[in-house]
């Protein structure tokens, strides 16, 4: 049997599936044009607008590093680890320019601190956070421009 | 204009540690020395305001009601709070602003927790629609993922070193050594600091706050009640439970992302900034003003971003200030006398009120061996989760 590629639990809406360029949803509020991520859905943060009107858009696939940090030891539940053992990973926090957002996320495996600065260049690919015997869940994670390779 | 004031009568702690017994053991331990320190009974007390645990079931979410149970029911109200780090603040001020309107004369504030071991975790069970429960599962982002990411920051654009991170510790960990509420007492140096496992780069298991049991409570009372009781009580000059103002840019516990600052840009003062700023406002006192200060150290550099958002430095220079001993006992302006979370672990709707017991210790002169000489006022100021924070000014 075949394992079908599903968003994370959670992470429904929150970025497209495409395989090559894939990018992260974010709502676009219609009346003040400020973003949220994730998709807010029925309100506009911004304190001086009532809308409740939003489009659903992709974010800039690239942003530059604004700090990083990585998982030395296993995250508790419910975090679940994507095999046997645990094998740190970089998490960091991307600013996005266009839309003045910082979003988080893991950073592709092979990925070190030493390789990461602030200001680094990285953009968004999709990988599996987990996988279970029907399932790949998926998940965005950061990969340094610079590095290229497979995601 | 300053606020009213309302006086600090007395203060309690049970000591910080991992007992394994009812928080509620713990808080009428506290609460109990705070009423002896005071010299009242628990009879005289019009309002019980509890900060709440979210790890000890419904007992925990009504901790008012359980403390006042405990302590012996006696008609009076009770109110409880929630606001993560900041819960023992929020409690404070539900006991001041009763206080000012004129409600009752006596308030006991009551903050306890018991912990497990290890990382703060969500509670069980899906939650996809909980930040804290999708920051875990989709990202495996711990608490101390969010305190290395300003550690990093503070490397990289400020040039801060691990030398500076484990100096912070130290420094610590030598002011809790006289302290007989702290958890750890031992002195640590620079190279234990720096051989301990790497949890969070550049964060090492030594720079990240435990997970502590413990109990803090405070009475407070008007001022004429005060007058009656105490020769010169300490007062406090303004309580801070601000929010962040949209769009708050910097990156938070638990959020995935930040607010967007595409339309409106980024406010005057960050949100980290703008909690004591606003008990300052409230004072009409100032940073300039302060003898000592206590500052939510869950990681050791974050006490330094502390040192400019309570406004000691400007942003950058907080690691010259260090390495000067400004922040030393000894130095310009003592910081975490009582050893800070370095030396107590978190225990987190305690936390905030054991800030304030300490400083009023110190404006008593009865901080014995970790003395700041002739402190006349003191601020305290935490973090926590989900738009929480809190400072609180107090002087003699």
Known sequence: ????????????????LDAETPALLGDRCTACGSYAFPPAGSFCRNPRCASTAFATVPLSRRGKVWSYTDAQYAPPSPYVAPQEGHVPFCIAAVELAEEGLVVLGQVVAGVTVDDLQVGTEVEVVLDTLFSDEDHDHLIWKWRPVAAGGAG | MAVDEVAVLGVGMHPWGKWGRSFVEYGVAAANAALADAGIEWTDVGFVSGADTMRNGYPGYVSGATFAQALGWTGCPVASSYAACASGATAMEAARTRILAGLCDVALVVG????PKGFLAPNAGDRPTDPDWLRFRLLGATNPTYFAL??????????????????????????????????????????EVLASPMVADPLRLLEICAT?????????????????HAVDPVRIAGISTVTPTYPNTIIDLPDIATDSAAVLGAPE??????????????????????????????????????????????????????????????????????????????AVPAQA????????WQLRGQATGRQVDDATVGVTANQGLFGHGSAVLLKR
């Open chain 1, 1 to 16: 049997m075949t394992r079908t590629r599903v968003p994370a639990l959670g992470a429904e809406g929150w970025f497209t």
């Open chain 2, 112 to 115: 306890a927790d018991t912990t």
């Open chain 2, 150 to 191: 300003a550690a990093r920051r503070r490397m990289d654009l400020y040039g801060a070193t691990d030398a500076d991170f484990a100096h912070v510790k130290v420094k610590n960990s030598r002011n809790g050594l006289a302290n007989p509420n702290a958890r750890y007492r031992k002195e640590v140096t620079e190279d």
């Open chain 2, 212 to 228: 502590s049991d413990g109990g803090a409570a405070v009475v407070l009372t008007s001022l004429a009640y005060a007058r009656r």
């Open chain 2, 269 to 346: 003062r960050s949100f980290k900034a703008s909690i004591a700023h606003a008990a300052y406002e409230q004072a009409g006192i100032g940073p300039d003003d302060l003898s000592v200060a206590e500052v939510y150290d869950l990681s050791t550099a974050l006490e330094l971003d502390w040192y400019e958002d309570i406004g000691l430095c400007k942003p950058g220079e907080a690691e010259r200030l260090l390495r000067d001993g400004d922040t030393s006992l000894g130095g310009r302006i003592p910081v975490n006398p009582s050893g800070g979370l370095a030396c107590f672990g978190e």
């Open chain 2, 353 to 360: 009120i054991a800030q304030v017991c300490e400083i009023t």
